[in-house]
């Protein structure tokens, strides 16, 4: 398949720039696997969708306040950084802006001096490997001075940092939020158990990759980065009982998605694992784990709207976007959600 296979016209007044309140109030588009048939309702009516067995599986990686502004010694000059990945306890792999500004052996001070930076080192991609110095703890530090990495796509200020959190984060790690899971408000989640759903935890550290372009012309030549995952004991054991008592189990996000493909691909079965994956799900994967998904509406071109049409079929995806479209659905991070069933 081609990438521009997957292109659809976006009005640019259809990008959600802020979220709904309440979390749970957003449009829901809900689709049929097997028909592509279309409904239109809210989020909160998902506890129509879920019987009592099904099980929800979640990741519950937080978002990093990532993006800081520094001062480089010496000449004042202003620059960005955003973290990417943590090597160890204090250096960490960046981007920078302007990156010619950020040499090796260049020092940056942030906050006025609540934290310090020095570039050791430049990738063959041109990210930074920066070594950090503060007083205490660094995540304390980068809470006080960081920012939310919102996508390039939202231009309006985020006046709550938990508003680009999910209500059940809790490993810290992410470049960006798995937006699936924005939907959710902890009174729905009580309302689901209470009905019998199950949910179960992973993580996944959404790297940068989730917003890189395909640039390549053949969808399989396209190379995806990797990002750190986890599959827990507790989460492998409530997936395979699930799976025997003849339930559903469901993503809640891509990432949630290609962490259960990428360990049933890894060790042939639901089990305990930990590790990276690159995996790249497009038309033609076969799914082992997965019977349905919740996920938003994806940049065109995206290797994400690729693996809802590898789940959902790519005439019955292409078709939903036209109709999300045409019935004004808020897209991407802050905006509507999709059911595949």
């Known amino acids: 398949m081609k990438t521009s296979d997957f292109y659809y016209d976006l009005p640019e007044e259809l990008i959600a720039q802020t979220p709904v309140e309440p979390r749970d109030s957003s449009r829901m588009m809900v689709i049929g696997r097997k028909s592509g048939e279309i409904s239109h309702k809210h989020f909160y009516d998902i506890i129509d969708y879920l019987e009592p067995g099904d099980c929800l599986i ?100 985020l006046t709550d940092k938990e508003r680009y959190q999910t209500v059940y984060s809790r490993e810290l790690g992410s470049a960006a939020a798995p937006t699936a899971g924005l939907h959710f408000t902890k009174e729905l989640m009580q309302k689901l158990r209470d009905k019998g759903v199950n949910i179960g935890y992973v993580t996944l550290h959404v790297g940068l990759g989730t917003f890189r372009p395909v640039k390549v012309d053949d969808v399989t030549k396209h190379h995806m980065h990797s990002e750190h995952y986890e599959l827990p004991v507790e989460t492998a054991k409530l997936i395979n009982e699930t799976k025997r008592s003849g339930k559903r189990v469901i993503a809640v996000g891509t990432t949630s998605c290609r962490t259960l493909e990428s360990v049933a691909k890894k060790e042939g079965c639901v089990c305990p694992s930990e590790g990276w994956t690159d995996i790249f799900i497009y038309p033609g994967f076969e799914f082992n784990v997965l019977d349905g998904l919740i996920t938003n509406f994806h940049l065109p071109e995206s290797t994400l709207i690729m693996l809802v049409s590898a789940f959902a079929g790519y005439d019955n995806i292409m078709n939903a976007y036209k109709n999300a479209v045409e019935e004004k659905y808020r897209f991407f991070s802050f905006g509507d959600s999709m059911l595949i069933l």
Not at 71 to 100: D, M, Y
Not at 128 to 142: H, P
Request: charged fraction near 30%.
């Open 58 to 157: 979640v990741n519950d990686s937080r978002v990093l306040p990532a993006r800081i502004y520094g001062v480089k010694e010496g000449s004042g000059a202003n620059v960005e950084f955003l973290l990417l990945r943590q090597i160890s306890s204090n250096r960490w792999e960046a981007l920078s802006k302007p990156g010619k500004k950020a040499k090796v052996g260049t020092r940056f001070v942030f906050g006025d001096g609540l934290m310090t930076g020095e570039v050791t080192e430049v990738t063959e991609e041109g990210n930074r490997i920066v070594d950090f110095e503060c007083e205490g703890s660094f995540f304390e530090t980068l809470d006080k001075l960081g920012q939310m990495p919102l996508p390039p796509y939202i231009h309006e200020k």
